[in-house]
């Protein structure tokens, strides 16, 4: 089975930039859909950010609209998030998650899915 493991979180300042990494080991993680998700102190967990197995359909939530950039590189086995113009708002621990079925446009984003442990990004003002 894969095994993601994020990285590239940490404190920045508000208007800053950052790019987050999940790294994936074992299986490869192609021909399967991937996404990032995020879940701030007392909210319930969010979509954040997807992208199809074939890499040719991407989605944003309407936060991250036009501040971030969903990326995938199959030859290294990795999956990026580059976020920028950050906010307090965007402050949470962020997971990157593989659906759990090849070939599907999106992540279902239910425990069936395969998870890393997340990565904390904290924005101060």
């Known amino acids: 089975q894969v095994r993601l493991v994020e990285s590239g979180g940490g404190l920045v300042q508000a208007g800053a930039s950052l790019r987050l990494s999940c790294a994936g080991s074992?299986?490869?993680?192609?021909?399967?859909?991937l996404a990032w998700f995020r879940q701030a102190p007392g909210k319930e967990r969010e979509s954040v950010a997807s992208?199809?197995?074939?890499?040719?359909?991407?989605y944003y939530a309407k936060p991250m609209k036009g501040r971030a950039t969903i990326s995938r590189d199959n030859a290294k086995n990795m999956l990026y998030l580059e976020m920028s113009s950050l906010k307090s708002e965007d402050t949470a621990v962020y997971f990157c998650a593989a659906a759990a079925r090849p070939f599907t446009l999106v992540v279902r984003g239910d425990l069936d899915d395969v998870w890393g442990q997340g990565t904390q990004v904290t924005v101060s003002s």
């Open positions: 074992g299986r490869t993680f192609t021909n399967y859909a």
């Open positions: 992208i199809s197995w074939s890499g040719e359909a991407t």
